[in-house]
């Protein structure tokens, strides 16, 4: 009778369900101790593409960027940095969310209980990742209201081919988020690792920027990055763009993307986070 009481309950498809809502609840419910916190993440992209829209309006002709139309196909600029700043929110939130959500158990002191948990170690990283992505999509979509008030927003091509274009980016950067997580553990420093790693990636991307408008020293290196192909579709999608490749193309990029990186994320997590348990710095600072 002793042996049942001890017994790991049966890991189920609907057991890993309830796991992450419980995770993703938790973190909403402390998220929204500091509703400030949803400001902050609606008005900071304002505030950065604010002197964008000034720029923008100097370096234009008769309200038109023209030289901006050259590289990019359009000379909607604003509509084009909007679009780019809701791609990079989703981004920042996979590498914060993933990377730095270690972090904080690590300060917190409950990484290692809640790693003898029963539980995949993917799973919890997943689970704190779904607030987050439920919170960016939110706010996006008010950055979008206020910035399309403030600033003019006009997509005019499809909104939900640009939707499913961004779903295999979004899983492939699932991939890359448990990779970097593994590194995390590893060098126990998250801050500096996310700003950095964030912001090349970003900036790279061609988020700011038509890709093309890059040092051809640099253009290479963009160029194998699989997010620039993503940038690049959704644009194409819904501003219609001049796209790198025929959009068809990008599309099956970003999938391949997706498999790749979800195969060498979960094999690097696995083999440095055997190897962290294996040493015993798991919780260390």
Do not use: C
């Amino acid at each position: 009778m002793a042996d049942d009481h001890l017994k790991i309950p049966k890991i189920t498809l609907r057991s890993n369900i309830n796991i992450l809502y419980v995770i993703a609840k938790k973190d909403w419910k402390i998220y929204w101790r500091y509703p400030f916190n949803a400001v902050t993440a609606v008005f900071n992209p304002l505030i950065w593409l604010a002197p964008i829209v000034f720029l923008g309006k100097a370096f234009s002709q008769d309200g038109q960027a023209l030289g901006f139309a050259g590289f990019s196909g359009s000379s909607d600029y604003m509509s084009f940095l909007i679009i780019s700043a809701v791609i990079s929110n989703f981004i920042s939130t996979v590498f914060w969310g993933m990377g730095y959500s270690l972090k904080n158990d690590m300060d917190a002191g409950v990484l290692e209980s809640n790693w003898m948990t029963p539980i995949n170690r993917l799973l919890l990283l997943v689970g704190r990742s779904l607030n987050n992505l439920f919170i960016t999509s939110i706010t996006s979509i008010l950055m979008v209201i206020l910035a399309a008030l403030m600033f003019g927003f006009h997509p005019t091509g499809n909104l939900m081919a640009a939707i499913l274009t961004m779903l295999p980016m979004l899983l492939g950067l699932y991939g890359f988020g448990f990779a970097f997580a593994a590194l995390v553990m590893i060098m126990r420093e998250a801050n500096t690792m996310v700003d950095m790693g964030s912001f090349l990636v970003d900036l790279l991307s061609g988020s700011q920027f038509p890709v093309n408008a890059l040092p051809r020293w640099l253009l290479p290196i963009a160029l194998s990055i699989p997010l620039t192909y993503g940038f690049d579709a959704v644009r194409g999608w819904l501003l219609k763009t001049k796209t790198i490749l025929p959009v068809h193309q990008e599309i099956n990029l970003l999938l391949v993307f997706m498999v790749l990186m979800i195969i060498i994320g979960v094999i690097a997590f696995t083999a440095l986070e055997r190897k962290v348990r294996a040493k015993g710095t798991l919780g260390q600072y």
